[in-house]
Each structure stands twice: as C-alpha cells, then as structure tokens.
C-alpha cells in the first residue's frame, strides 16, 4: 500500500521569493512519485515525475523536485515564484496498475 | 493527437436522477481510470477499466456507482439516484497499457452539481 502526506494546506510566499511545497511518501516498493498541478477550474497538468531515474527531477515552468528516499519525501521547489503559479499542487504516488495516490493537496498563494 | 476527452464539462441534476459522465481516452490508450475530487479534498481513485473489462473498482462505492467502458465508444461512469453528497469533480485519466514509466492523462473533469 502507499501513500502520500503534504505537509502544508497552504503556503504563501511573495512574487520573487522562492517556492518550498513538502510532500512525504510512503510505499512498500520503489515508488514512482508525480507533482500535478490544477488551477482553479481545470484540469490536472502534469508538472514532473519521478520514476527511479535521476533524484533530481526538472519540469516544467521552473519548478523541479528532489527525491530522498532516506527521508522518504519529494519537495517540489521553485527558485522565483511567479504570480501565474498559484494553484492547487498534488504530490501523488503510483500504485499497482499504474493507479495513481493522491495528496491532499497544497495551496500555493502569491502576492505581489 | 487530442488529449482526454470529458463531456459534459457540466453538469446540474436534480436529487434522485441519474448522472452520466464520459471520457474519451487519449488516441491509442486501452486504459481509463476514473477520479473523484470532493471539495477541499483530493482525488480519490475510484475504479480502473480496460476495453469490456473492470480491472480495480476498490475505490467506486457499493450502491449506486457503475462504470463501463466498451469495446467501442468511451468510457461511462454512472451515478443513479443522485444525492447531494455525489456534487464533486469527476476525472478521468488514460494510460496506454501499464509500466514502470507509464503516464496517466487526464481530461478537464465534470463538475457535477446536485440540487
């Protein structure tokens, strides 16, 4: 069984400052772990994934993850928060037959 | 190559009608899992279909909820006698046959309302 905790409801940073969204993991086998993205309603794009190739992960707009599996976590990072990033972020974890665990979901806010 | 089809984008029924959501998988996809997003929550997996064959409805509740998705045509999840709790976003993903790197897709959602 896995599963996923994001650790913060909502986080709140200024334009320009960098972006920190927490996400820990657990699974009973090498996990392939995802970040989506959803802004207010759309649909989920995916941002990047990570499926037990580099543990630095790039994707897209700017953003990249790092996996540790000594922490058991995958923290979505942007260095320069942008004012178009606000949204509902997702870390999900896949399971048997590709089905996916999501998050409870983190709420990135960005003022000017 | 358009991506994941979810029709209706909306939809308003009344308590005790039934509900109908289809998803066309992306082109050259066999797989289409179904989602529920409450609010102020996440998704929630609800069932997992290949053409004419339910792999995993663990998540769909026991009365009410049917999913189908035939040999032809899309994928149809069903919701009879609609209740105020079943109001939420409803999507759909498809994959290709499963591996390690597969990737899900997912379509707009429908948001159902129940008044």
């Known amino acids: 069984a896995q599963s996923v905790t994001q650790l913060d409801s909502h986080v709140s940073v200024s334009e320009g400052t960098p972006v920190l969204l927490r996400c820990n993991y657990s699974?009973?086998?090498?996990?392939?772990l995802f970040w989506y993205v959803q802004h207010p309603n759309k649909g989920l794009q995916l941002l990047l994934k990570y499926t037990s190739a580099a543990t630095l992960v790039k994707g897209i707009n700017g953003f990249e993850a790092e996996f540790k599996k000594s922490e058991t976590s995958f923290h979505l990072t942007k260095p320069s928060a942008h004012m178009s990033d606000a949204a509902e972020y997702f870390c999900v974890v896949m399971g048997g037959y590709s089905t996916l665990t999501f998050g409870k979901g983190t709420m990135l806010l960005v003022s000017p | 190559n358009a991506g994941v089809m979810q029709n209706p984008r909306h939809l308003v029924r009344r308590r005790g009608q039934e509900a109908r959501l289809r998803c066309s998988p992306m082109k050259g996809h066999s797989h289409v899992y179904w989602y529920r997003q409450l609010p102020e929550e996440g998704l929630k997996f609800m069932v997992y279909l290949q053409k004419e064959n339910i792999i995993d409805e663990s998540g769909m509740p026991k009365e009410r909820f049917s999913a189908e998705f035939p040999k032809e045509g899309p994928s149809i999840l069903r919701i009879q006698q609609v209740v105020r709790g079943d109001s939420a976003a409803y999507f759909c993903?498809?994959?290709?046959?499963?591996?390690?790197?597969?990737?899900?897709?997912f379509g707009q959602g429908t948001r159902l309302t129940v008044v």
């Open positions: 699974s009973s086998y090498s996990p392939s």
């Open positions: 993903a498809s994959s290709p046959p499963p591996t390690a790197n597969t990737e899900a897709f």
